[in-house]
T-cell receptor, first 111, second 110 residues
Framework: GQNIDQPTEMTATEGAIVQINCTYQTSGFNGLFWYQQHAGEAPTFLSYNVLDGLEEKGRFSSFLSRSKGYSYLLLKELQMKDSASYLCAVRATSGTYKYIFGTGTRLKVLA | GAGVSQSPRYKVAKRGQDVALRCDPISGHVSLFWYQQALGQGPEFLTYFQNEAQLDKSGLPSDRFFAERPEGSVSTLKIQRTQQEDSAVYLC????????FGPGTRLTVL
C-alpha cells in the first residue's frame, strides 16, 4: 500500500527552531514536496526534494533520505504567522504523476 | 490568469442533488489535478488530466463522480446524487512542475 506518516500536532515558541518529520512508503517515487496550509486556505508550495540531501530556502529547509523513506522540514526563527498545517506529499509514478499527501502536521507557534 | 480559480467557493446541496464544480487553471498549465480534502486531513487525490486526456481517475470514490476537461483548459468536477459523505473541500491544482492550488470549493451536503 501507499502510506505517508507525519505527526498530527506540534507546538513551538516564537523564535525557536522546529523539525517536522515525514516517513513514506509508496509504490514509486519521483519527488517529495512540502506545502503550508493556513486554515481555510489552499496549500502553498514550500519545497521540493528529489535527490538525497538538504535543500535550503530562507528560513525553511527540507531534507530527504530515499533509502530510509524519510524527510523533514526545518523551520527556523519561528514567527506567529508560521502557525499552519504542513503537508508532506510524495509524487509517485505509477503510470502518471500521482501525488499522495499525508494528513498534515498542525503547528502552533506560541508567543 | 494570475492563479488557479475555482467556483463556486461555497456550495450547499440537498442530499440527492447534482453539483458541478469548476476549475480555471493557470494559462498554459498542461497538468490538472482534483483533490478532496476532509476537515483535518490532507488532500486525497481524485483525478489527473494532461491537457484534455484524463490519465488517472483511480481516486474517484464512486461512479457518481465524473470529471472532464474537454478543451484542455477549464475543468469541471461533477457529483451526481450527492450524499452527506461527499461534504468536503474540493481542491483543484494545475502544474507545469510544482502544483499551484486553487482556493477550493467547500461543499456541504445536507
Amino acid at each position: 500500500g501507499q502510506n505517508i506518516d507525519q505527526p498530527t500536532e506540534m507546538t513551538a515558541t516564537e523564535g525557536a527552531i522546529v523539525q517536522i518529520n515525514c516517513t513514506y512508503q509508496t509504490s514509486g517515487f519521483n519527488g517529495l514536496f512540502w506545502y503550508q496550509q493556513h486554515a481555510g486556505e489552499a496549500p502553498t508550495f514550500l519545497s521540493y526534494n528529489v535527490l538525497d540531501g538538504l535543500e535550503e530556502k530562507g528560513r525553511f529547509s527540507s531534507f530527504l533520505s530515499r533509502s530510509k523513506g524519510y524527510s523533514y522540514l526545518l523551520l527556523k526563527e519561528l514567527q506567529m504567522k508560521d502557525s499552519a498545517s504542513y503537508l508532506c506529499a510524495v509524487r509517485a509514478t505509477s503510470g502518471t504523476y500521482k501525488y499522495i499527501f499525508g494528513t498534515g502536521t498542525r503547528l502552533k507557534v506560541l508567543a | 490568469g494570475a492563479g488557479v480559480s475555482q467556483s463556486p467557493r461555497y456550495k450547499v446541496a440537498k442530499r440527492g442533488q447534482d453539483v458541478a464544480l469548476r476549475c480555471d487553471p493557470i494559462s498554459g498549465h498542461v497538468s490538472l489535478f482534483w483533490y478532496q480534502q476532509a476537515l483535518g486531513q490532507g488532500p486525497e487525490f481524485l483525478t489527473y488530466f494532461q491537457n484534455e486526456a484524463q490519465l488517472d481517475k483511480s481516486g474517484l470514490p464512486s461512479d457518481r463522480f465524473f470529471a472532464e476537461r474537454p478543451e484542455g483548459s477549464v475543468s469541471t468536477l461533477k457529483i451526481q446524487r450527492t450524499q452527506q459523505e461527499d461534504s468536503a473541500v474540493y481542491l483543484c491544482a494545475s502544474s507545469l512542475g510544482e502544483q499551484f492550488f486553487g482556493p477550493g470549493t467547500r461543499l456541504t451536503v445536507l
